[in-house]
Nanobody, 120 residues
Framework: QVQLVESGGGLVQAGGSLTLSCAAS????????MGWYRQAPGKQRELVAT???????NYADSMKGRFTISRDGAKNTVYLRMNSLKPEDTAVYYC??????????????WGQGTQVTVSS
């Protein structure tokens, strides 16, 4: 079991920047990959970006160039730097952690989410 706590959400004007943080605790030694997803009202949850324990990153096409995912291994924390924010980026942003269980089963844990609202 991995516990995830997001922070950094809030209200920002269009064109501004915001950085989200996600701190992991618990069975962090089993984490293979962490990521960010978001869910806007009336929409499905969608991938934003992921980063593996070795630092390999992956981005949704719509996020490339504006968002950057990074990690601090020593702090078991991942970050999402969001630049040039648009009203369409308004959503609840969730942190995820993909782990390997005791029986080698894939596991995914979620944070509680943090609201990002971009005003026009």
């Amino acid at each position: 079991q991995v516990q995830l706590v997001e922070s950094g959400g809030g209200l920002v004007q269009a064109g501004g920047s915001l950085t989200l943080s996600c701190a992991a605790s618990g069975r962090i030694f089993r984490i293979n990959r962490m990521g960010w997803y978001r869910q806007a009202p009336g929409k499905q949850r969608e991938l934003v970006a992921t980063i593996t324990v070795l630092g390999r990153t992956n981005y949704a096409d719509s996020m490339k160039g504006r968002f950057t995912i990074s990690r601090d291994g020593a702090k078991n924390t991942v970050y999402l730097r969001m630049n040039s924010l648009k009203p369409e980026d308004t959503a609840v942003y969730y942190c995820s952690a993909d782990s390997t269980g005791s029986s080698y089963e894939p596991l995914r844990d979620w944070g509680q989410g943090t609201q990002v609202t971009v005003s026009s």
